[in-house]
């Protein structure tokens, strides 16, 4: 069974190459660098970049961009089935180019940044350089954007950003942020707000506090409550025009979704080997848990949920290729993301029950697990919105029934169907 899945041979060896480097060199790492985004950490200085040496002379560097981005232009199919592989460490994308937020980032300066800002910024970012914040978020509203009101007016050539951001992922170390702040305050709700580049060392920006996810100690807190008092940018930092940021953060948030899905099959497999590992290791009444068929049963639910969530991802990833539009598939999308959290927890939750007391243990990853399905179904948008909006999109293309009775009913279903075959029925009752 495994998880086969054919591609083409070429690709194939990329893969295996991948495979066996993430297994012997990356995946230690994961045991030695909680934060691989953290520029700083002497540590990291040592380990990370050898690896990433390892990647550009493979030629694998970055394979989410485009060609004139210095990328492979791999299509989403191919990176759905290397990112697979990714997900089974957190230093690995760190590794390869394509963490997020920096890769969605990447995305917005590509695609909306003057030649300027994409020499100062994008370049130095693909390159691994430096690392990047996305500040959208506020105290007071998260899911719903209308509520932001971090403010930014243009003062002669100059914007000036007032407010405060929260859950701004790896602020900390970033060089920039991408910032959303109202300046059409009296435009129509999605036509508000605007998008900005601000160079993290610009004067007036305090991070109040460095806030840490359940279960992580406070000091690795790694998502900044971000002030910004009087903030100064030239007024070419703005990306895509007056009231588009909705639309530059909705092109941003398409490729990032996606890629945290694949990566994702990637982790719950990691659960499941060491799920089946343990059921035929552990004996309990003289046979190993692996016999019982309750256990059993927890295998056989993860696997098919795990072939089920990594065959959505895959036909998403070709239909993305397919359309190369990501309004077209954002529906898809949103079925991906919803479905995300609810795989990793479950997953990793039998996990951790097969393993028992050490399941349940700080000596195993299963706790983490289930807690970071929790974030997963927040960040990027709560798994709510995301229903919704799929459910929004399926509804559309079906009609209300158009008589009294539902077009299943099976009464006129069967006088439809008499109607339509009456002479034959005749000829039928005629013969017998
Ligand atoms: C690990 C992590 C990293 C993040 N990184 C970033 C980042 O880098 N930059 C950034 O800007 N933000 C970031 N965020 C914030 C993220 O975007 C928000 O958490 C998300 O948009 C939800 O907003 P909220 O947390 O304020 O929840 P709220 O909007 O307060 O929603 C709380 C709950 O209410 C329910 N709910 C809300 N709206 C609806 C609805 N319409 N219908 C039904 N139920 C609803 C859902 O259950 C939801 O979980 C991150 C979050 C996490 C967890």
């Known amino acids: 069974m495994g998880w086969d899945f054919e591609t083409d041979p070429d690709f194939q060896a990329e893969l295996d190459w991948i495979d066996w480097f993430v297994r012997a060199e990356v995946q230690p790492v994961d045991m030695l660098v909680s934060n691989a985004r953290d520029v700083r950490d002497p540590l990291r200085a040592e380990l990370i970049p050898p690896l990433q040496a390892k990647v550009r002379e493979r030629g694998l560097w970055a394979c989410h961009l485009g060609p004139e981005l210095g990328g492979l232009g791999y299509g989403q199919l191919r990176l759905a089935l290397m ?44 390159d691994g350089r430096i690392v990047s914040a996305f500040s959208m978020t506020e105290p007071q509203g998260g899911s719903d954007p209308t509520q932001f009101v971090t403010r930014a007016e243009l003062h002669g050539d100059e914007w000036v950003i007032n407010g405060e951001k929260w859950f701004s992922s790896h602020a900390r170390y970033a060089s920039f942020l991408i910032v959303l702040a109202v300046t059409e305050p009296d435009a129509g709700p999605h036509r508000r707000q605007s998008m900005f ?70 982790l719950v497999r990691e659960a499941f080997a060491m799920m089946c590992e343990r059921a035929l ?133 069967r006088a439809a169907a008499r109607e339509q075959f009456a002479a034959r029925i005749e000829r039928a009752v005629h013969a017998g």
């Not at 806030?211 to 895509?240: N, T």
């Open 83 to 126: 990112n697979e592989i990714l997900g089974r460490s957190h230093t690995a994308p760190v590794v390869f180019g394509c963490q997020s937020p920096d890769s969605g980032n990447a995305e917005i300066l590509a695609r909306f940044g003057t030649d300027v800002l994409r020499k100062r910024y994008l370049e130095p970012l693909v």
């Open 197 to 266: 580049v601000v160079p993290a060392d610009t004067p007036g920006i305090t991070i109040v506090r460095n806030v840490a996810v359940a279960g992580q100690d406070a000091e690795s807190g790694a998502h900044a409550y971000i002030r910004y008092e009087d903030v100064r940018v030239p007024a070419d930092h703005l990306l895509g025009g007056r009231g588009q940021g909705f639309a530059v953060a909705q092109t941003r948030l398409g490729g990032g979704r996606i890629h945290h899905a694949m990566r994702t099959v990637g």
């Open 281 to 413: 290791s552990r004996v309990t009444k003289g046979e190993p848990l692996a016999r019982k068929q309750l256990v059993q049963a927890m295998i056989a639910d993860s696997w098919i949920e795990i072939e089920q969530f990594r065959l959505l991802v895959l036909r998403t990833a070709w239909r993305i290729d397919r359309y190369n539009d990501y309004e077209r598939v954002r529906a898809d999308i949103s079925a991906v993301k919803a479905a995300m959290p609810k795989v990793l927890h479950d997953v990793a939750a039998r996990a951790l029950q097969i393993h028992g007391s050490l399941g349940v243990s700080n000596e195993m990853p299963f706790g983490a697990w289930v807690l970071e399905s929790f974030q997963m179904g927040l960040a990027d948008g709560a798994t709510e919105i995301h229903k919704t909006n799929l459910a929004r999109s399926l509804l559309a293309e079906y009609q209300p029934a158009a008589g009294l009775f539902p077009s299943g009913h099976l009464p006129a279903r």
